[in-house]
């Protein structure tokens, strides 16, 4: 009897220990996701969501959103950009919205792996910034005119989709409404995905390409957040999601061979039209269509 006693504390015992040896493995696993990488956390302080320049106190601003996602806004290190050509540039307030990643270059600091979920994180945060910027500016009894090239030409449309249309004036250039399917899951993958000359056909990424050497480890974990924040973002059909939003204060420019965000389809142009945005194209290539929507303010086709 006192054999059989013992035999069943240790038994006991051991599945006491199993189970608090199973506990802690469960939380290890959770404080190493938890630790993985510092997520982006937005100051209460608005203003620190941008970089100004200008006079604040001016009656209209103008909320400039860089393509991306980056590590670093280009206004940051070069302190110039296209948009300055516009009529009474030097008159509005400037504010040069951060992304997520720009923001916080944590990000790219992750420890064993940066995930789709973690992608979806700051893609919204990237778009909560342009919301808490247009909404302090109109707090404030602004007119807003918002601007956003390629990647920010999606956050827009995310905004708009999410939190409504609020600011007076967009200027979309190089986005989409739709992005091709097999272009978007390719950047879900990791990889950059073209489009042909014609800017409807996918160029097929090489998936099988060895690693370069040569190329520092930091610059595989930037095009490895840059990827999946990508084809999270452009796997969204907006043709759906602003549906039942006023896009009349949209204006959307586009190339007819844009290789990196594609043309639009009749379907998106017709779905444009459909809701009152005016569309404009040329064919000067991706990065030409900054260009095409300045000119059209420039000579009063476009009216800000």
């Avoid at 520092?216 to 924040?229: D, W, Y």
Wanted: hydrophobic residues 35%.
């Amino acid at each position: 009897m006192k054999n059989y006693l013992t035999i069943i504390s240790l038994l006991l015992l051991l599945s006491s220990c199993t189970t608090q040896e199973k506990k802690e493995i469960v939380q290890s696993a959770k404080t190493e996701k938890n630790l993985n990488y510092p997520p982006t956390v937005l100051a209460k302080d608005t203003t620190a969501l941008w970089m100004g320049e200008g006079n604040i106190n001016s009656d209209t601003v103008l909320i400039i959103g860089e393509s991306g996602p980056k590590a670093q806004l280009t206004f940051d290190w070069r302190a110039k950009e296209i948009w300055s050509r516009l009529p009474n540039y030097f008159n509005y307030y400037r504010a040069h919205i951060h992304q997520a990643t720009t923001l916080n270059n944590s990000i790219y600091d992750w420890k064993y792996n940066f995930t789709e979920e973690m992608a979806e994180l700051e893609v919204d945060n990237g778009t909560e910034i342009l919301a808490r910027t247009i909404k302090y500016f109109k707090d404030r009894n602004k007119k807003v005119i918002v601007i956003g090239t390629f990647w920010s030409a999606f956050v827009i449309q995310d905004y708009i989709s999410k939190y409504g249309n609020n600011a007076d004036t967009y200027l979309l250039s190089a986005g989409r409404l739709d992005l091709n399917q097999e272009q978007y899951q390719y950047h879900l993958k990791g990889f950059q995905a073209v489009f042909e000359e014609d800017g409807k056909t996918t160029v097929v990424p090489d998936t099988t390409k060895v690693i370069d050497p040569l190329k520092q480890e930091r610059h595989f974990r930037i095009s490895k957040v840059t990827q999946l924040m990508k084809g999270v973002m452009k796997r969204q059909r907006f043709t759906t999601l602003l549906a039942n939003k006023d896009l009349s204060n949209v204006v959307y420019g586009y190339a007819t061979n844009d290789i990196y965000s594609g043309a639009l389809t009749g379907k998106e142009l017709e779905f444009l039209k459909s809701k009152g945005a005016s569309v404009y194209s040329n064919d000067k290539g991706h990065f030409g269509v900054d260009g095409l929507l300045l000119e059209l303010v420039m000579n009063g086709t476009i009216e800000l």
